[in-house]
């Protein structure tokens, strides 16, 4: 019984065994030819893969004959049922590679706002919104009370159709104050209208201002640009326009400034000379004063240690010289 399912086996998988073997004994030429060393060691459920990914687009629909022989086989009453692990492993990773994560729950309240107009004003959204909810709710209230013993249906409808009574007088009544409170106080409605006023008229006079400063400033850089320029050229003048001026006459009759410049340059000379003899000479006086007055100083020390009158102050001479002379003669 082996023997014959040995033979359905190598019948059934010629290809897979032939692709292992080449396998093997690639591995075999490939590994070293020293007896020292050993291959690494590998676990088996990566060799797998590794055997696995190379061999899964020939040998799948194979394997998965090979498969369902041996399950076959084992059907038969086979005492030793030999089930191949390559298959068996090949099998369990295709569970796992299949497998897929569960789907999402699907949103219950995403049903609240399909009906909402996003381009409706925030308070209608609001009461739509809270209009939805109000509506989900007393359904699922509706439901669960259905599965509830001895409750009364009847009752229920009617606090719905009065809470549904209530609800639509209060949405009347908040878009009423809303739309009551902007005209409820004419004054407000005046001031309110006397801001407005005053807001757009200084935005037109701020805009005026802005206007006149950006002109004022465009011809501020012109002007700049022509002095610069003038500065660099020269300034051309225009002989239509100086001839119908009413300085024409002075501006023809203006002297040459640097032919005077010329003629009064040794006269300029000459008194730049003489302010510099000047101011040597007051150099020379300023000197003489100090020398002099440490002479003096000197002096009156001197004639003062003479006389023994060492504790005189130093400036006696000056106080003796600043004496009137009415004083001395008497």
């Known amino acids: 019984m082996a023997a014959e399912h040995f033979e359905t086996d190598r019948d059934g998988c010629g290809s897979l065994t032939a692709f292992r073997d080449e396998v093997v004994e690639t591995t075999k030429r490939c590994s070293s030819k020293s007896p020292d060393s050993a291959p690494p060691n590998k676990s088996p459920r990566m060799e797998d893969q590794f055997h696995s990914t190379q061999t899964s687009a020939v040998v799948e629909q194979p394997a998965e004959t090979d498969q369902s022989e041996v399950q076959a086989d084992n059907t038969d009453g086979s005492s030793d049922p030999i089930v191949n692990p390559t298959t068996r492993r090949k099998s369990f990773r295709r569970a796992t590679v299949t497998r897929r994560s569960l789907p999402a729950l699907p949103n219950q309240y995403q049903i609240l706002c399909r009906s909402i107009s996003t381009s409706s004003s925030q308070q209608e959204r609001l009461e739509k919104l809270m209009e939805a909810s109000m509506k989900l709710a007393l359904e699922r209230t509706g439901d669960s009370l259905q599965s509830v013993p001895n409750a009364s ?11 549904q009574k209530e609800w639509k007088s209060l949405a009347q009544t908040i878009s009423s104050d809303s739309s009551s409170e902007s005209s409820r106080d004419p004054l407000v409605q005046r001031a309110m209208e006397k801001v407005r006023k005053a807001i757009e008229s200084i935005q037109t006079e701020s805009e005026g201002w802005e206007a006149l400063l950006e002109k004022h400033r465009t011809k501020a850089q ?34 040459d400034y640097h032919s005077l410049l010329r003629r009064q340059q040794p006269l300029l000379n000459t008194v730049s000379l003489i302010m510099d003899t000047q101011i040597k000479m007051v150099r020379q006086l300023v000197f003489i004063k100090e ?19 060492q504790d005189l102050s130093p400036d006696i001479m000056k106080k003796l010289m600043s004496l009137p002379l009415s004083s001395t003669t008497a």
């Open 222 to 255: 012109e002007l700049e640009r022509e002095v610069e320029r003038g500065m660099q050229t020269g300034v051309p003048l225009d002989s239509t326009s100086v001839a119908q001026s009413s300085q024409y006459l002075l501006i023809q009759n203006k002297p």
């Open 153 to 163: 249906l009847e009752s229920f409808h009617k606090q719905v159709e009065h809470m």
């Open 291 to 309: 020398q002099a007055q440490i002479l003096v100083k000197e002096t009156s020390a001197r004639m003062a240690s003479e006389a023994g009158l």
